[in-house]
């Protein structure tokens, strides 16, 4: 008949301090536990970043994500597998509670390798996006004040970066990248100081253009009342991985 107590009790703690040693044990098993989660998880949440990088799958918020699920899940594991190992010493053989703990563990550590199995095949690679790049060159003096914008079929397209040089000489020039995600383009380049428009171009470029080897050659405005003199832009198309 087999013995119905799970743990093991040393003779010596039969004694009148016997009565320690279920908080003892306890004490054992949680810090096994809370040791195990925080070793496997942050070993399961960086190798999930990892991983995903080595794939090169999913934009930085699904692999943020990602990691952020095998990171619990990892815990999980780790916690269950802490638990197994304290109880190979302190626990009976044919107990219950060690079996139960070997069994989460195993469980545990399949869901992991489930989750990275998932990711790799249902995750689709980071997408590629065009960008309108321009360069403008101006005669004069005073254009710190300037605004570029590009100008789509339903809403304007504001520029991501705009950066406006001045040399040792005097002269002026910027360089503008715009993001196109309107499936209707861009229509127009488009240059402002303060609340007027001094300079348009038209472009007419499609939402999903090629990308360009080469800069255009150098354009002048529309011929309209107001045009600014001595503007000139050019632009190219590049592709570009968005994470």
């Not at 004040?145 to 100008?151: K, S």
């Amino acid at each position: 008949m087999s013995d119905p107590r799970p743990f093991r009790i040393p003779a010596r703690s039969r004694s009148s301090g016997s009565r320690h040693h279920p908080v003892l044990v306890l004490a054992a098993l949680l810090g096994a536990a809370l040791a195990g989660a925080a070793l496997v998880g942050l070993a399961s949440r960086h190798g999930a970043l990892a991983f995903a990088g080595w794939l090169d799958l999913g934009r930085t918020g699904d692999r943020v994500a990602f990691a952020a699920m095998m990171g619990g899940m990892g815990a999980a594991a780790g916690a269950a597998l802490g638990l197994w190992l304290s109880l190979l010493r302190l626990a009976r053989p044919a107990s219950l509670c060690r079996g139960g703990a070997a069994a989460a563990a195993v469980l545990a550590f399949l869901s992991v390798a489930v989750g990275y199995m998932a990711f790799a095949l249902t995750t689709p690679p980071p997408p590629i996006h065009p960008f309108l790049l321009v360069q403008l060159r101006f005669d004069g003096e005073g254009w710190g004040d300037l605004t570029v914008e590009g100008v789509g079929a339903r809403a304007a397209v504001t520029a991501e970066d705009l950066a406006v040089r001045v040399d040792e000489n005097g002269a002026a020039s910027a360089e503008v990248v715009f993001p196109m995600g309107e499936p209707s383009g861009i229509r127009a380049v488009v240059l402002r100081r303060g609340d007027g428009e001094v300079a348009r171009f038209s472009l007419d470029l499609p939402g999903d253009p090629p990308a360009t080897a080469r800069y255009s050659h150098w354009l002048t405005p529309d011929r309209r009342p107001g045009a600014a003199r001595g503007v000139e832009m050019r632009f190219r198309i590049e592709r570009r991985i968005v994470r």
